[in-house]
């Protein structure tokens, strides 16, 4: 390894820390996974994020580090390094994280938000390694966005851009968790998933499903899309929401945008199969610009990699944080 | 005039046909006020629009003209200068309009939208002079949208961005003249208006909107908002659903962008006080970004003119005609 550069990498979520160590090519060269301890408090995170960073720099001895960038489940604020808002890691709001990490690791990072970072990565080396823009929608237990212009992340004047998982899709739909009704996220995301399947148990409408829960002791998205695919005819009607709802969304970007390329990453895409042909449907119906050009729908193609890849990309950009509007 | 140098401006509607001497500030020096002659064919309106363009270098003969820029209402290619649609412009798709002009002027002419073309004009001289960036939708018989990125045009990589009015708001809702359910236009562009207003009087919901439209021998947008501001009912109704319908696409587009500035320009603005009660509440419920970021939104502030001045713009800017993605 002598000789040679690598950037890190973290992906830090309410539930797993990531941390890597990535070649300039975009290479995984090491990785720690830990569990993100947010009860124990923000303390405890940051210091095993730092332990782990310290510890891949000791195993790459004689490599040089080139740099250090950080996916956040939250809100950046880009100006001061501190995490707005984020339902992931309750009571880091306000909480300079980026300045707290520099003064524990007597460097620089670059700090940024989880799904941007996944969007990065996919433009780096996933599904959009040949576009120079994009629109990533990552489809987790709820949904984050990130769009890439022209290589580089939209942040907007206060990095908030990119929230595509509020965009109204139904406005008189199911309650969003952010207070709102008829976001996608009420509709696609896997929490979405789950309440659609709960309620339909609750009202006798699925029996399979209600076993399959029973024996299994929990209601997961997973469960849902299994039962889909084995022909569970409520399973499908749910995967065919996901599609739907995901299809009006990026039919709207669509017809925006213009872009060459959208993504659908995320826990969820693993479905892609039982919800793409009602998503593609939605999209040629309701996107004009869709019809008159050769866009690309497509799954993520890094999976649950594309956040970390996307944060090991952050040193190799000129002007990371470039706040534009 | 002498020494001194200007840019002309073209907007062409499918019912009028403007053209102006615009100085390098921004100020109208000449204008020329023509109708389309649609009917009589394309040949006929760009031979009038060449005529009024060397009419103008008459008047203005000792001065410099710097360039000629032309704000179109339909979708353009911007690779090779034709109408690729154009709902307006019967029989125009796919002429190669600027090669037509441009031969016949023997000089270079710029083509674009004109809901971009508005867009800059609001960005040069207008609402959003002070701004780097703006969205702006230009609500008039149908609704168009503009989108100003860095102080460009954001065109995508077809230069068929920016089609906001095509925005689903409904997933199953009203029908668009596009084919699609529950576009934004189908509520709140003028078409719209005088629709909601015709079907409230068919069923006897507006006996006042009913003799007005009677005595006037027609319906238009302008009568459903002059009953409105005198309190009728119904009126009332029908522009708190203009409100709501465009607050549902500008949350969707402050969420996507957070810019600093979001413009609702064309004719239906000027019923600005009649539907942006209903616009904001619904900006405010929809869009976390709105609610922890100070977002403008405003009425264009250069009414009509917006795109014939943004069009004198476009030969002032660096590569105007930019393809992105």
Not at 212 to 233: F, S, W
Request: some cysteine.
């Amino acid at each position: 390894m002598a000789d040679s550069s690598y950037t890190i990498g973290v992906d830090l979520g309410g539930t797993n820390l990531r941390i890597a160590a990535v070649s300039p090519e975009g290479r995984f060269i090491e990785k720690i996974a830990l569990d993100t301890e947010v009860k124990e408090g923000r303390e405890r995170v940051v210091t095993d994020l730092c332990d782990a960073i310290k510890e891949l720099e000791r195993r790459l001895k004689g490599s040089k580090l080139a740099g250090i960038g950080i996916g956040v489940a939250g809100i950046i604020n880009l100006a001061n390094g501190t995490v707005r808002q984020s339902p992931n890691l309750p009571g880091w709001s306000d909480f300079p994280v980026r300045d707290d990490i520099e003064r524990r690791l007597r460097t620089h990072v670059i700090l940024e938000n989880d799904a941007n970072a996944a969007a990065l990565g996919e433009k780096w080396v996933g599904a959009g390694r040949d576009a120079s823009g994009l629109c990533m929608m990552t489809v987790g237990t709820g949904i984050g966005g990130g769009v890439i212009l022209d290589g580089r992340i939209w942040h907007g004047m206060d990095g908030m851009a990119g929230e595509l998982g509020h965009m109204t899709i139904d406005p008189n739909g199911a309650l969003c968790g952010c207070g709102n009704l008829g976001c996608v996220e009420a509709y696609a995301g896997a929490s979405a998933i789950t309440r659609m399947a709960a309620a339909a148990i609750r009202v006798g409408r699925s029996p399979e499903l209600a076993r399959e829960a029973d024996a299994l002791g929990e209601l997961t998205a997973e469960i849902v899309y299994i039962k889909a695919k084995q022909g569970d005819l409520v399973a499908r009607e749910i995967f065919e929401m996901v599609g739907r709802s995901l299809g009006v969304a990026l039919a709207n970007l669509i017809n925006i945008f213009n872009l060459p390329l959208y993504v659908v990453g995320g826990g969820v895409a693993r479905g892609w199969d039982a919800f793409a042909p009602a998503l593609m449907a939605e999209v040629r119906k309701r996107s004009l610009v869709y019809r008159s050009s050769s866009t690309r729908i497509e799954p993520s193609s890094l999976g649950g990699e594309a956040g970390l890849l996307g944060a090991a990309y952050l040193p190799h950009m000129r002007d990371p944080q470039w706040k534009n509007q």
